[in-house]
C-alpha cells in the first residue's frame, strides 16, 4: 500500500511539474506584417525591432496572462497585394489574435478592409497616417478593430502648411508619391497652405519604384517655385531630389515625416540639404521616451530617431498589455485596447519594471495608463490619436528638433481654415 501512495504522490508530482512547464512554455503569436523590403524598408526593419523589444520587456515582466509573447513576421515588400497575402496566412492559418502593421497606409488599408475588418482580427499600424482610415472607421468599414498609434494626415497637413508659410515658402512645386498617403497627404496640405497664403505652382504625382523621375521633375519646375514639397520615401526621394538638384531647381525643400531618414541624407547629401524642413508626429517625453532612447539601438542596432521606431514600440506594449488584460478570451482585445490607455488608470511606462507593476495591477483587476514613448495617448471610437508635432530641419547632416506646434495650435489653424 505504502508503495502504491509513494507511485501515485510521485506521479501526481510529475504532473503538476510538468503542467508547471507547459504553462511557463506557453506563447501567444502575435503577427507582423512590416514593409521590411521595397520603398519603406527602413521604417518596417525599425518597427519589427521595436515591437519586439516591447514584447521582450513585457516577457521578462511575466508575460500575457503568464504566457510569452512572440512574433510571425511577415515581409509586405511595400506592396498592398502582398501583406494582404500575409495577413490572411496570418489569420486564417496561424490564427493570431491581433496584426501588428502594416507601416504604410498603401499597405494597411488593404490588410483592414479585406483580412482584419471582416475577420474583426485588432489591427494596429505604428505609422499609417492616411485620413482614408478615420473615413472607413466613420463609415462602418471597420467593425471597430483597427487602431494606429500615429495622428491622421489631415492634421499633419495642417501643420506642414504653417510650418511652409514660417521657413519662407511662398510658391510651392509639390511631387508626391501617387498612392493613398500621398494623395490625402497633398490634399490636406494644399487646403491649408493657400488659406495662408502660399502659392502652388505645380503638383506631380509618381509611381513609386521607377529608375527616374526626370519628367516629374522637368513638370514639378514649371512655374518658377521657390522650393520643393517633396511627400515620399527615403529610397525614391533621394531619386527625385538629386534629380531635382541636377536640373537646376532651387535648392530648398519641405518634407514629410517618412523623409526623417538618415539614408536620405546620405544619398542626396548635405551640403544640398541645408535649407530642407520638414514635420512629424511629435511626442509629449515621458520617462518611456528616455528608456526607449537609451536602450533602443543596443537591441537594435537602429537610431531611435527612425520615424517608425517609437510608435512601433507603444503599439507592441499596448497589444501586449491588451492580451494580458483580455486573458484567454481575445473576442475582448479589441476593448482591452482601451482599457490600457484608461485615463483613470495608474501610469505605467516602457520597460520590464513598469510592465511588471502593469501586470500586477491587471491581475488585481485595477486599471491603468500606459503613457508611452510618444507620451500619453486615448483612442478615439476611430481608433485615431491627436497629439503635437514636431517640426525639424537638417543641419550638418543631421536631423535636428526645430520647434514643435501644440496640437491645440493645430486644432486653431483646422477651425480659421474651415
Known sequence: MKKTIFQITTALALLAAAGAANAADCKVTVGLVMELTGPAGEYGQAGAKSVEMAFRDINAAGGAHGCDLVTDTRDSQSQGNVAVDAATQLVQVKKVPA????????????????????????????????????????????????????????????????????????????????????????????????????????????????????????????????????????????????????????????????????????????????DAFGTSSGTTPTPSTDYFNKNYKDFSGIEPTNPAADRAYDAGAIVGLALAIAGDDTSKLKDAIFKVVDSKGTPIYAGKEEFAKALGLIKEGKPIRYEGIIGPVSFDQYGDITGPFRLWKIADGKIVTDGELKMEDVSTLKDKIK
Open 99 to 274: 496584426i501588428i502593421g502594416g507601416i504604410i497606409s498603401s499597405v494597411t488599408i488593404p490588410i483592414l478592409t479585406s483580412v482584419t475588418a471582416p475577420a474583426k482580427i485588432v489591427q494596429v499600424s505604428p505609422a499609417a497616417s492616411s485620413p482614408t482610415l478615420t473615413a472607413l472607421g466613420r463609415d462602418g468599414k471597420t467593425n471597430g478593430i483597427f487602431f494606429r498609434t500615429i495622428t491622421s494626415d489631415s492634421l499633419q497637413g495642417i501643420a506642414a502648411a504653417k510650418y511652409a508659410i514660417d521657413k519662407g515658402f511662398k510658391k510651392l512645386a509639390i511631387i508626391h508619391v501617387n498612392n493613398d498617403f500621398g494623395v490625402n497627404m497633398v490634399a490636406e496640405f494644399s487646403k491649408a497652405y493657400k488659406a495662408l497664403g502660399g502659392t502652388i505652382v505645380s503638383t506631380t504625382p509618381y509611381n513609386e519604384k521607377q529608375s527616374s523621375y526626370a519628367s516629374e521633375v522637368t513638370a514639378g519646375m514649371g512655374g518658377d517655385p521657390d522650393g520643393l514639397y517633396l511627400v515620399s520615401t527615403p529610397v525614391d526621394g533621394a531619386t527625385i531630389a538629386r534629380t531635382w538638384i541636377s536640373q537646376g531647381g532651387p535648392q530648398k525643400f519641405l518634407l514629410n515625416d517618412g523623409m526623417n531618414s538618415p539614408d536620405f541624407i546620405d544619398s542626396v547629401g548635405a551640403d544640398y540639404l541645408k
